[in-house]
């Protein structure tokens, strides 16, 4: 999480998406059992961090992301 | 432009979701194949309740463009071969820019290559399935983000009595329109929690180009079987498609309607 403005672009997109409040998108969430999201919710976001962030990710990269800390580590990656 | 994207983003969570039209009239309509046929009868009934109406067409666009109303919104022509996803891409685009998002999307285009089976080539099976199978894929591939993020919308699949009832000569289109069914009943359970709905309609013997190329003595043959005893206007089927676009179908998803005069009931 060197990159505090990278991470807020990252925070804008789940609370757009996801919508939920700001203080639950923190690195340790789950987005299963604590923003709620189903498995659409995160196809959504992923598209939407695509575009927000011009960066591709690919189904396989996808799997056993389930925190908010190993989204951002990903996207931050491509960065 | 009518955009009123996630509207109800926040309510809708969890269980008890409302399935929620598209607010009649002024909705963003777009019909593939809408040039002539059922597709274009389909278009002229949402261009009657005042929606705003795209049309894609593959050869010739339509020849009139302004509604059955006085105060109807011109039909927009947009060129779109559904087997090509640049073409189906621009035109969802070119749709956006005039109109705003699809709200209401009526996958109809498609084609037949029909002969018997032992004489049907790979390249006559790939067409129809490329164009009748896959161009739905693609259509509502793209038509279904904005959709999904306004957490409402309609999709209606232009699928065929030869789905159910079978047609010699029809292998390619048969397959194709039976896919079509499946294709619907998995997405209208990825996306209902979303409230999209989305349904087929399968028409029987419609008074089409398409039904005319069939022969005369095959359509004979047919109306025979009908109970109902005639053959279909493209209006018949308009008026199924605008109702599974409507409120009053709020709570109908996964659902094939024949509208065949009773051809291939029960199957």
């Known amino acids: 999480m060197a990159d505090d403005a990278s991470f807020d672009k990252f925070k804008a997109c789940a609370i757009d998406v996801l919508q939920v409040p700001a203080d639950k998108v923190v690195p340790e969430a789950r987005f299963g059992d604590d ?25 396989s990269e996808l799997e056993g992301i389930e925190t908010v800390g190993q989204a951002y580590e990903l996207i931050s990656a491509k960065l | 432009m009518g955009e009123q994207r996630g509207a109800l983003g926040g309510a809708v969570n969890g269980s008890s979701l409302p399935t929620s039209a598209p607010t009649s009239p002024g909705r963003v309509v777009l019909v593939t194949g809408g040039s002539r046929g059922i597709g274009l009868g389909c278009a002229r009934r949402f261009q009657a309740l005042g929606d705003k109406v795209a049309v894609t ?84 591939r793209r038509g279904l983000g904005p959709m999904v993020r306004a957490h409402r919308g309609r999709i209606v699949l232009m699928s065929s009595v030869v789905a159910f009832f079978g047609s010699p000569g029809q292998v390619n289109y048969g397959a194709a329109k039976a896919g079509l069914v499946g294709l619907a009943r998995s997405l209208a359970r990825e ?44 209006a018949d089927v308009a008026g199924a498609v605008a109702f599974l676009a409507s409120d009053d179908a709020a709570y109908i998803t996964g659902a094939v309607l024949p509208v065949d005069g009773g051809l291939a009931m029960g199957m």
């Open chain 2, 57 to 140: 067409y593959c050869t010739a666009p339509p020849t009139e463009l302004a509604g059955p109303e006085r105060d109807s919104v011109d039909l927009l022509p947009v060129r779109c071969d559904v087997r090509d996803p640049e073409q189906v891409d621009a035109a969802f685009a070119a749709v956006e820019e005039a109109f705003g998002p699809v709200e209401v999307l009526v996958a109809n285009a498609g084609v037949t290559k029909d002969t018997l089976l032992l004489r049907m080539s790979e390249e006559a099976w790939a067409e129809v399935l490329d164009t009748d199978l896959t161009g739905v894929y693609r259509v509502v």
């Open chain 1, 35 to 59: 923003l709620d999201a189903d498995s659409l919710d995160l196809v959504e976001l992923v598209m939407a961090l695509e575009e927000a962030f011009d960066v591709t990710v690919d189904e």
């Open chain 2, 191 to 234: 996306v209902g929690s979303r409230g999209i709905t989305v349904n087929v309609v399968a028409p029987g013997v419609v008074d089409t180009d398409m039904i005319a190329s069939l022969g005369e003595q095959r359509v004979e043959q047919l109306l025979a079987l009908v109970p109902l005893g005639r053959r279909a206007s493209p």
